[in-house]
């Protein structure tokens, strides 16, 4: 949470237009590419809805910056397990499968990196080991029986790569979490110290030392020969 409060809404407006142009971009582009197919014809339509209404929720302060980054590390998740389900299973034409991994699933690492400013770290770390997980399954339940089999060994190596590599930015995407979340406590305990050496606890007035410290804060702003006065009322 601590990470989201220092980054403001319009940044995650900027963010969420952009994903909107991208997803209407690839939306365009679908049949001049030569790889349109259903499944992306429909969810980039979809997708560009969805980020629109955030981003209008956004604008109305209907919901928050926090809210809205979750919803987008869930939703597109959500859309590249349904893109590699349909991919390895449903795809009217499997000679583009791997063409396909090339387009959509480099945005992974992206996601990877959102979901640690999921609001809570360790909820941002959970939510990207669950959809690693099921993205995990949905891969090694094609590469096994196809690598056995000899069959598709093309895709089933890509699979394999794009998994080696998700575990990597699993590791360093978690890695990173607990790295903030360190920084965040030690910063906290920091503040806590520093609030109780120089506050009274019950009044949370400056004390003697806070009046120490800035008396000689003030002091050394003035030449060793200068006379300098202090008056307490």
């Known amino acids: 949470t601590g990470v989201l409060a220092a980054t403001r809404a319009p940044e995650i407006f900027g963010a969420l237009v952009m ?7 690839g939306l365009w582009f679908e049949g001049p590419s030569g790889q349109g197919n259903p499944f992306d014809r429909v969810s980039y339509a979809l997708l560009a809805a969805f980020f629109v209404t955030l981003a209008a929720l956004l604008v109305a302060d209907r919901i928050g910056a926090a809210t809205a980054v ?78 056995l089999a000899g069959q598709n060994l093309g895709v089933v190596y890509a699979l394999v790569e794009m998994t080696l590599a998700n575990v990597t930015l699993l590791v360093l995407t978690h890695n990173f979490i607990g790295f903030r979340e360190h920084l965040t406590r030690t910063s906290a305990r920091a503040e806590t110290m520093e609030r109780l050496a120089f506050r009274d606890s019950l009044t949370e007035l400056p004390n003697r030392l806070a009046l120490e410290r800035t008396l000689g804060d003030q002091i050394s702003r003035y030449r060793p020969d200068a006379k300098v006065a202090v008056a307490f009322i």
């Open 19 to 25: 994903a909107t142009l991208a997803y209407l971009f």
């Open 70 to 147: 979750s919803a987008v590390v869930v939703v597109v998740y959500c859309q590249f397990i349904g893109k590699l389900v349909y991919l390895l299973h449903f795809t009217p034409r499997p000679e583009l499968v791997q063409a396909e991994f090339t387009e959509t699933f480099f945005w992974l690492p992206s996601l990877f990196v959102l979901s640690a400013f999921v609001p809570g770290l360790r909820r941002g770390g959970v939510v990207s080991a669950f959809f690693f997980a099921v993205f995990a399954a949905v891969s090694v339940g094609y590469i096994i029986p196809n690598g």
